[in-house]
């Protein structure tokens, strides 16, 4: 929503512009739920997991093992 420039204060506005810039150096990120690696949502992880299902065959032998 538009605000008058006077209204916002140069704190309020630097405050803004950071956390702003900030997003951008750290792109959104989740577990996964099979290996609890970081990755990137909706993508395939490395140990080939996608949506609690195994997609792609890989051999890993450091993946902790699944009981
Ligand atoms: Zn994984």
Redesign the pocket.
Known sequence: MAVPKKKVSKSRRNMRRFSAAYKIDKPESSD?A????V?RPHRV???G?YDGKQVIAVNQPNLPVQA
């Open positions: 996964c099979a290996c609890g690696n990755k992880c490395k140990c997991f």
